[in-house]
């Protein structure tokens, strides 16, 4: 077997469904395997994983054993030649998973391989690209101070779409040869949530090995919305660089107390910035269905539609076979003041999606996803909050 996609969930059934639609259509073709591991959600997530994707292998655990145990459980029953750690808040194109096993296939002494992120408003996310957070670069970082040659926490000697080799990965998106996964131990499971990719990638760079960036698939991350930016998530992040400098870092006692004090510091100004920001989110006004499907878009104008927001579709028959004129949408956005678009995954793949979401950024619209054969809309406005979840009519999925 070529692949296995380990992906952990917790508590995101609708972005756990979403995604495993996205690596179902990546995996066409690959002999792969999906792996879902739960760390027991109390929602319907397991149900959703046994009635509407039977073949994927599912893990419930009774209780939840944090992140790293949970991938290194998965990756015990994996098959794959390679394993690809990947995060439930995620949406993979339908060549991704193509591509980066081709690219592998060509580096020997691949360590891991990460692929260019963006968010849910159509960003790039520059972690997707990180160097090695030395107690000299990170303390720069948190107290904000600028080094333009070197120490740069995020990996800014290559760009946004130049392939090459770094330091530092984001767990969202790991591709690894297994052999190689169990070689250095797999997670360290003293990290409970965060810390345990820059662990990883740092010790397969100790190994001898290389990591690379490779941007030539671009895929959609949520970026935490699944998970709220709270005192909670902070906390696991404090804890996690903590055990990260003590166990590859021998600082001496002054230096290892100014850390501390600042990694400290750090945690509680994000504390309040998360305190204070507002989370209200306004309702849109003008929304631009795009896709094909009649009792879907019926099925949103009844959801959406009153004497404040109105629903248009990308022609005046409301049905579309085929539209990729980037130009024609954006004439629309500007016509009709256009502040939400929502994509129709049942007539448009997850790569015209992404690459429309890419095209369209910065423009001020929002964007959502109704995800193939689903009950809901799916996106995210805030790269700190929670994810948006729009439920629809129940009978949704059968015109």
Request: glycine share 6%; with cysteine; aromatic share 12%.
């Amino acid at each position: 077997m070529q692949l296995s996609v380990i992906i952990v969930n917790y508590n995101v059934r609708y972005f756990l469904e979403q995604c495993l639609l996205s690596v179902q259509a990546a995996l066409r073709g690959i002999d792969g395997e999906i792996i879902v591991v739960d760390n027991i959600s109390p929602d319907d997530s397991c149900a959703m994983v046994k009635e509407k994707f039977p073949k994927v292998i599912l893990i419930e655990n009774k209780e939840n054993v944090g992140f790293s145990k949970a991938n290194n459980q998965g990756v015990a029953i994996a098959k794959g030649k390679y394993v690809l750690i990947l995060n439930p808040d995620t949406v993979v194109a339908e060549d991704t998973f193509a591509k980066i096993l081709s690219f592998a296939e060509k580096k020997k002494n691949l360590g891991i391989l990460g692929v260019k992120l963006v968010d849910g408003t159509g960003n790039f996310l520059p972690e997707s690209k990180r160097g090695l957070p030395t107690p000299k670069v990170a303390f720069n970082k948190m107290f904000g101070i600028s080094n333009p040659t070197k120490g740069k926490y995020y990996a800014t000697h290559l760009k946004e779409d130049e392939t090459g080799t770094i330091d530092i990965l984001v767990g969202a998106f790991m591709l690894i040869e297994r052999e190689k996964y169990n070689e250095i131990g797999g997670f360290d499971e003293e990290y409970f949530m965060f810390g345990e990719d820059i662990d990883i990638s740092y010790k397969m760079l100790k190994k001898g090995y290389k990591n690379y960036y490779y941007p030539n698939t671009q895929i959609l991350h949520y970026k935490g919305e699944s998970t709220a930016k709270n005192a909670k998530y902070l906390g696991n992040f404090y804890g996690a660089m903590r055990i990260f400098y003590k166990k590859h870092f021998r600082l001496n006692k002054a230096y290892d107390l100014i850390m501390h004090l600042g990694i400290k510091f750090w945690y509680w100004i994000k504390y309040f910035q998360v305190k204070k920001k507002d989370k209200t989110i306004t309702p849109p006004k003008n929304i631009l269905y795009i896709g094909n499907e009649n009792h879907i878009y019926e099925a949103l104008r009844k959801h959406y539609t009153t004497s404040e927001v109105h629903l248009f579709a990308v022609c005046e028959t409301r049905v579309v076979s085929r539209f990729d004129d980037l130009e024609k949408i954006e004439s629309i956005l500007t016509e009709k003041r256009i502040d939400e678009i929502i994509f129709d995954n049942q007539s448009n793949a997850f790569s015209k999606i992404i690459f429309y979401m890419i095209s369209l950024k910065n423009k001020g619209i929002r964007f959502k996803i109704h995800p193939k054969n689903s009950n809901f809309v799916i996106g995210s406005n805030d790269k700190d909050g929670k994810g948006e979840i729009v439920k629809l009519l129940n009978n949704l999925v059968t015109p």
